[in-house]
C-alpha cells in the first residue's frame, strides 16, 4: 500500500477524489451544521456571562437591563451588537445609570469584542487584571464613572487599543509604563483622577497618538522631552497638575498641534522663540504657571490662534508688535503678569460683521498694557478685561466704537479723568467694570442707552454729582454699586424702576433728603447698603415689602423716627446695620434683629427689644396706639394725664437728689468712679466690662495670646459666642490717660472707620482696677508668627502672599485717601498685620501708638483731627 502512494497515478488520483469530496452536497452541509453549531456554543457563552454580571448589579441596573433574557445576546439585548459569526462585538451602555462594579464580568467569554463603553454610568471598583483577555479590543473607554485603584499593567497587553479613555473616576497610583506598548493607540485620556507620580517617558512610543489627556492629576516631575516624538499629536492637555521645569523644546516641534494646555501646573523658565513652529496652534493656555519673560515675537506667526490665556505667570515687557497678526484671536488672556505700558487709546475696531460671531462665553482679559493698535487688528474681541493691574491714563471714547464688545472690565487699575459718554454707543455692553480707580466726573447719562446692562460697577473712585435719571432705562440691570464715590443729591426715586436689581450698593457718598419710598419696589432685591451717607427723616415703610432682601445696611445716616413695624414681614433678612442713626422705639421681631451684633444697633436714641445691648421694651411702648381709637371718654383721658404730671414731679425730684448725692461724690478724691468709662459696642458697656473680665477670669495668663510694647492681649468669649481680642493696658499706660474726655472721643473717631482689611476696635474700657482696648478677632494670629512657623508658613504659597500685600495696600490706601483728614499708620510691621482663616490680611493698631502718647514730640497733630504722621513728615 505504502508503494502505491508514491506511484505518479494513484497520486493524481487521490487528489481529484479529495477535491470532489470537499465540493460534494454532503460534506458542505455537514460544514455549515457545524458552523451553525458553533455559532449557538459561542452565543451561549456570552449570553450566560453577560447574565451572570447582570446579575451582580444593583437592583435598579438589572430593571434597566431587563431586556437581556434568553441566550442569544444578538436578539434585541439593549446596548449589545454583534459580528457576523454572531459573536457580541460591542458592548455600550453609555449613561445608562447602571451601577456595580467589573469584577463578574468574564472578560474571557468575549473573544471578539471590539468596543467596550461603560461611560456615565455609577461603576465603582477596580479593574481587574484579566481585562487582558480582550485582545480584539480596539475602544476601552469607562469615563464618568467611581472606579478607585491603580491602571493595571496588563493594560499594556491590549496593543490594537486605538481610544482608551478613564478619565472623571479615582484612580491612583502612577500611570504604568506598559502603556509604552499601546502604538496602536490615537487617544489617550486619563484626565480627572488622582494619578500621581512622572509621565512615564514610554509616552514616546505612542506614535500614533494624535489626542493626550493627562489633566487634573497630581503628576510631578518634568513635562518628558520624548513627547517630541508624538509628531502626530494634536491635542496636549497636561493643565492642573504639580508638573515643574521648563517647557521642554520638544514640544515646540509638534507642528500638528492645536490644542496645547500646560495651565496650573509650578512650570518655570520662558517661552521660547521657536513657539512659532507651532503655526497650526488654535488654543494656548499656560494660566497660573510661574514662567517669566517677554512674549516670544514668533507668537505672530500662529496666525489661527483662537484662545491666548497666559494669566497669572510673571511675564513682563510690553506684547510684541507682531501680535498684531492674530486677528482671529476671541479670548486675550493676560492678567496678574508685570506687563507694562499705558491703557490703549487709539482704538479703532472693525465692523463686526466682518467676523463670525462670538459665543456668549467668549472671554478677553487685557491684563498688560496692550499698544495702542490692539482693537484694530482683533475685531472679534467681546470681552475685555484689563482688571487688577497697574495700567494709567484714561479711557479712550473709542470704546464706545466696539459694537461687538459685551463687558468691559478695568477695575483695580490707576486710571483716571472721566468715564466717556461715547460709551453709551457700545450697545451690546451687559457689564462694566470700572471700580477702584481715579475717575472724576459724574456718571454720564448716556449709560441708560445700555439697555442690556445687568452688572455696573463704579465703586471706589471720585465721582461727583448725581446718579442720572435715565439709570431708570436699564430694565435688566441686577447690580449697581457706586459705593465710596463723591455722589451727592437725592436718591434717584427713578432707581425704583429697575424692577430686576438683586443688589443696590450707594453706601459711603453724600446723599441727603430720605430714603425713596420707590425702593421698595425692587421685589427681587437682595442686598440694599446706603450706609455712610446724609440721609435723613423717617424710614419708609414701603421698604418692608422686599420680601427677598437678605442684606440691609442704613447705617451712619441721620435717620429718625421708629423702624415700621412691618418690617416683621421680612423674613429672608439674615444681616442688618441700623447703628448710628437717630432712631427709637422697639425693633422687629424678627431674627435678623434679634441676632443683631451690638456694633449693628449701637448709637440711636432709644432702641429697645430682646437683642444683646438693648433694654427690653416697656409695656406702655403698646399703649400709645390707644390715641388712634376715638369715642373714649374724658375721664379716661384726664386721669393718664395727672398720673403722668404726677410721675415727672416724682422724676425730677428723683433727679434733684441723685445729683446732689453725685456733686458730693465727685468732690471726694479718689473715688473709683473717676476712673470708670465705658465706650465700647453700644449701650452697655459697663455690663460687656464684667463679660470680659468673667471670660478672661479676671485676665488669667491661660487666655494669653500676645504682648507688646502697650500692653497685653487676651482671647475672650463674651456672651452670644462672640470672640473679641482685649489688649489690657500696662499700668504705665493708663496712668498717662489724664483728658478722659479727649481720649473717649478720639476712641469713637477711631471705632468709626470700616474696612475689610483693618481690625475692628470696637471700643475702650477705663476701670480703676483694668483698663483695655477691645477689638475684633482674628484667627491666625500676627503675619510674623505665620511665617516664621514652619508648617504655616508652607502654606502661606505665593499667591496667598499677593493677596496679604494686596490687603495691605488696601488698608493703607483706605487710611491715607479715603479718611478725612487721612490717618498715617507709621508702624507697620509683620507683627501689625494679622492674618484670618482665609489668609486675608488685616491691620491692626492704626490708632494705638497715637492714643497712648498724644504728648508725644513724634506726632503732627492735624487741628481738630485724630491725624497724624511720622517724624519729618
Not at 465 to 470: L, N, V
Not at 523 to 532: F, P
Amino acid at each position: 500500500m505504502t508503494s502505491l502512494l508514491h506511484k505518479p497515478f494513484f497520486s493524481i488520483f487521490l487528489h481529484v477524489l479529495f477535491f470532489h469530496i470537499l465540493n460534494s452536497p454532503s460534506f458542505l452541509a455537514f460544514a455549515d451544521q457545524t458552523s451553525s453549531v458553533t455559532s449557538v456554543f459561542g452565543n451561549n457563552t456570552e449570553a450566560e456571562a453577560l447574565s451572570k454580571w447582570k446579575a451582580s448589579l444593583d437592583n435598579q441596573s438589572q430593571s434597566l437591563l431587563s431586556s437581556w433574557v434568553g441566550t442569544s445576546p444578538c436578539q434585541n439585548w439593549v446596548g449589545i451588537t454583534c459580528d457576523n459569526s454572531g459573536s457580541v462585538s460591542n458592548l455600550t451602555l453609555q449613561g445608562f445609570g447602571l451601577r456595580g462594579t467589573l469584577h463578574d464580568f468574564n472578560f474571557q467569554s468575549f473573544p471578539n469584542l471590539l468596543i467596550l463603553n461603560l461611560a456615565k454610568n455609577s461603576f465603582y471598583g477596580s479593574i481587574p487584571p484579566h481585562i487582558s483577555n480582550l485582545s480584539k479590543i480596539i475602544i476601552f473607554d469607562l469615563c464618568y464613572n467611581d472606579f478607585t485603584g491603580g491602571i493595571p499593567p496588563e493594560i499594556g497587553l491590549l496593543k490594537n487599543l486605538i481610544l482608551l479613555r478613564l478619565c472623571v473616576n479615582h484612580f491612583s497610583g502612577s500611570i504604568p509604563h506598559e502603556i509604552g506598548k499601546l502604538t496602536s493607540l490615537s487617544i489617550l485620556v486619563l484626565s480627572a483622577n488622582n494619578l500621581s507620580g512622572l509621565i512615564p517617558q514610554e509616552v514616546g512610543l505612542l506614535v500614533s497618538l494624535k489626542d493626550l489627556e493627562l489633566s487634573m492629576n497630581s503628576l510631578t516631575g518634568e513635562i518628558p522631552y520624548s513627547i517630541g516624538n508624538l509628531s502626530n499629536l494634536s491635542n496636549l492637555f497636561l493643565s492642573g497638575n504639580k508638573l515643574s521645569g521648563s517647557i521642554p523644546q520638544e514640544i515646540y516641534l509638534l507642528e500638528s498641534l492645536k490644542l496645547l494646555d500646560l495651565s496650573f501646573n509650578v512650570l518655570t523658565g520662558t517661552i521660547r522663540d521657536c513657539l512659532g513652529n507651532l503655526t497650526n496652534l488654535t488654543y494656548l493656555a499656560l494660566a497660573l504657571n510661574q514662567l517669566s519673560g517677554p512674549i516670544p515675537p514668533s507668537i505672530g506667526q500662529l496666525k489661527s490662534l483662537v484662545r491666548l490665556v497666559l494669566t497669572g505667570n510673571k511675564f513682563h515687557g510690553s506684547l510684541p508688535l507682531e501680535m498684531n497678526n492674530l486677528t482671529r484671536l476671541t479670548l486675550l488672556a493676560l492678567s496678574t503678569n508685570e506687563f507694562t505700558g499705558p491703557l490703549p487709546q487709539d482704538i479703532n475696531p472693525e465692523d463686526p460683521s466682518s467676523s463670525p460671531p462670538i459665543p456668549s462665553q467668549s472671554r478677553t482679559s487685557l491684563a498688560s498694557e496692550p499698544p495702542h493698535h490692539m482693537n484694530t487688528f482683533y475685531p472679534s474681541l467681546d470681552y475685555v478685561d484689563l482688571s487688577y493691574n497697574n495700567f494709567h491714563g484714561e479711557l479712550s471714547s473709542r470704546w464706545g466704537e466696539c459694537r461687538n464688545m459685551t463687558s468691559l472690565k478695568i477695575s483695580n487699575n490707576n486710571v483716571s479723568g472721566e468715564i466717556p459718554p461715547k460709551l453709551g454707543k457700545a450697545t451690546r455692553l451687559h457689564l462694566i467694570d470700572l471700580s477702584s480707580n481715579q475717575l472724576q466726573g459724574t456718571i454720564p447719562n448716556e449709560l441708560g442707552r445700555l439697555k442690556l446692562l445687568y452688572k455696573v460697577t463704579l465703586n471706589n473712585n471720585h465721582l461727583s454729582g448725581t446718579i442720572p435719571e435715565d439709570i431708570r432705562m436699564l430694565s435688566s440691570l441686577q447690580v449697581l454699586d457706586l459705593a465710596s464715590n463723591n455722589l451727592s443729591g437725592s436718591i434717584p426715586k427713578q432707581l425704583g424702576e429697575c424692577s430686576n436689581l438683586l443688589l443696590l450698593n450707594l453706601s459711603s457718598n453724600k446723599f441727603t433728603e430720605s430714603i425713596p419710598s420707590e425702593i421698595g419696589s425692587l421685589q427681587y432685591l437682595q442686598d440694599l447698603d446706603i450706609s455712610c451717607n446724609f440721609l435723613a427723616q423717617g424710614i419708609p415703610w414701603q421698604l418692608a415689602q422686599l420680601r427677598m432682601l437678605e442684606t440691609l445696611d442704613i447705617s451712619h445716616n441721620m435717620l429718625s423716627g421708629v423702624i415700621p413695624s412691618s418690617f416683621k414681614d421680612l423674613l429672608s433678612l439674615s444681616s442688618v446695620d441700623i447703628s448710628f442713626n437717630e432712631l427709637r422705639g422697639p425693633i422687629p421681631d424678627i431674627k435678623a434683629f434679634h441676632n443683631a451684633s451690638y456694633e449693628a444697633l449701637r448709637d440711636n436714641m432709644g432702641l429697645c427689644g430682646n437683642a444683646s445691648g438693648l433694654k427690653l421694651c416697656n409695656l406702655t411702648e403698646g399703649s400709645r396706639t390707644s390715641k388712634k381709637k376715638g369715642n373714649r371718654v374724658v375721664i379716661l383721658i384726664v386721669l393718664p394725664i395727672l398720673g403722668s404730671l404726677l410721675l415727672v414731679f416724682v422724676v425730677v425730684g428723683a433727679f434733684f437728689i441723685l445729683c446732689q448725692r453725685a456733686r458730693k461724690s465727685e468732690a471726694k478724691p479718689g473715688n473709683e468712679q473717676d476712673r470708670n468709662m465705658f465706650t465700647i459696642l453700644g449701650h452697655d458697656g459697663k455690663k460687656l466690662y464684667e463679660n470680659i473680665i468673667e471670660a478672661t477670669e479676671e485676665f488669667n495668663s491661660n487666655y494669653c495670646i500676645g504682648e507688646g510694647g502697650y500692653g497685653t492681649v487676651y482671647k475672650a468669649v463674651i456672651p452670644m459666642e462672640r470672640v473679641v481680642a482685649v489688649k489690657k493696658l500696662h499700668q504705665s499706660q493708663t496712668d498717662k490717660l489724664s483728658d478722659f474726655k479727649a481720649f473717649e472721643k478720639e476712641v469713637c473717631v477711631l471705632a468709626n472707620i470700616r474696612h475689610r482689611n483693618i481690625v475692628k476696635l470696637y471700643g475702650f474700657c477705663s476701670h480703676a482696677k483694668h483698663s483695655f482696648l477691645v477689638y475684633e478677632f482674628v484667627e491666625r494670629g500676627s503675619l510674623r508668627k505665620v511665617i516664621t512657623g514652619e508648617e504655616q508658613a508652607i502654606e502661606l504659597d505665593w499667591m496667598k502672599r499677593l493677596n496679604v500685600v494686596k490687603g495691605m495696600v488696601g488698608a493703607l490706601s483706605y487710611l491715607h485717601h479715603s479718611c478725612s483728614p487721612p490717618i498715617i499708620h507709621r508702624d507697620i510691621t509683620s507683627n501689625n498685620v494679622l492674618l484670618d482663616l482665609e489668609y486675608e490680611a488685616h491691620v491692626s493698631d492704626f490708632g494705638t501708638a497715637r492714643l497712648l502718647m498724644p504728648d508725644s514730640s513724634n506726632w503732627t497733630v492735624f487741628a481738630g483731627t485724630f491725624g497724624y504722621s511720622a517724624p519729618g513728615a
